[in-house]
């Protein structure tokens, strides 16, 4: 995307684009939820319906409060992204075609039709960088102590243009499948149906950020996703969580196991919005990233 001038999206009135819980935590987890939020920008509030941002286009029903529980259980570093997914999506790379969404159920998101490059940009600058380098700075600020093991939370719709999806949960992975079949097979026992890649792929160029953050750095991660229906109420996010926390606590400690060398300064790891720019286009510049 290219730089030019653009006029800020957020207001002082706005909510922040991203929220981290226990900064300081020191356990190895660290547990994301890019589509947490559904809050618009007051510069367009009246350019979604409240229809389209309640449904799965709007964030990823249920994925915000799991994330939230299940970093409490696991006493870690928890980073939510606040916006709806369909301002911008944060978990696509940022030369998709689905950057912002044009067609939800084969009707037009007539605000995303047609964006110019400055709307386009603002969107960009306000909301989908500020996750990034808030995830980038966890990241880097954990491995100063250990290996971070990285947890993407993310629900899927029960039925999807008319194709039912049978599965419970499922895990993505790409280049390291280790903790994903973990996972897979840890709940598998609580006789849950899980898909493997399946909803979805973690296949490149799919799941941007565990491509970028995690990949990109070859620690253990897995994306999770959960079928919505499961998540509608908190006893069902209890329910999860507690699994899940169980299944994950299980996975191996010498996976992370603490360094000999402990950095406390974590104002080094600061990373801005020029440095995330600067890695992420040479990261998409490399050849394998195809």
């Not at 356990?27 to 994301?32: G, P, Y």
């Not at 696991?74 to 689905?98: E, F, K």
């Not at 941007?208 to 995690?214: A, L, R, T, Y």
């Amino acid at each position: 995307m290219q730089r030019s001038p653009t006029p800020t999206l957020l207001t002082d009135s706005d909510p922040d684009p991203v929220t981290v819980l226990r900064p300081d935590s020191r356990a190895a987890f660290l547990v994301v939820s890019e589509h947490a939020g559904v809050h618009v920008p007051q510069a367009l509030a009246d350019a979604y319906s409240d229809k389209l941002l309640a449904m799965h286009y709007g964030c990823d029903i249920g994925a915000g409060a799991l994330a939230s529980a299940l970093g409490e259980r696991l006493s870690a570093r928890t980073v939510l992204g606040n916006y709806s997914r369909l301002i911008i999506d944060p978990n696509r790379r940022p030369d998709d075609t689905t950057l912002f969404l044009t067609l939800a159920d084969d009707e037009a998101v007539a605000a995303n039709v047609g964006l110019s490059e400055a709307s386009r940009r603002a969107r960009y600058d306000a909301l989908y960088v500020p996750v990034h380098t808030q995830i980038e700075q966890q990241v880097q600020a954990l491995s100063a102590f250990c290996r971070p093991i990285y947890i993407a939370i993310h629900s899927f719709t029960p039925n999807y243009n008319g194709q039912l999806r049978p599965w419970d949960m499922g895990v993505l992975w790409d280049q390291r499948p280790g903790l994903a079949h973990h996972l897979r097979d840890g709940m598998r026992e609580y006789g849950l149906s899980v898909g493997d890649n399946e909803p979805y792929s973690g296949k490149q160029p799919e799941d941007f950020s565990i491509d970028f953050h995690v990949e990109r750095h070859d620690f253990d991660g897995v994306a999770i996703e959960v079928r919505q229906d499961h998540l509608q109420h908190s006893g069902g996010v209890d329910l999860w969580a507690d699994r899940l926390a169980a299944v994950l606590c299980s996975w191996d400690s010498a996976q992370s196991g603490l360094s000999a060398s402990i950095d406390r300064d974590e104002s080094r790891y600061a990373v801005n919005a020029m440095q995330f720019e600067r890695m992420v286009s040479e990261w998409m510049a490399q050849p394998n990233d195809q």
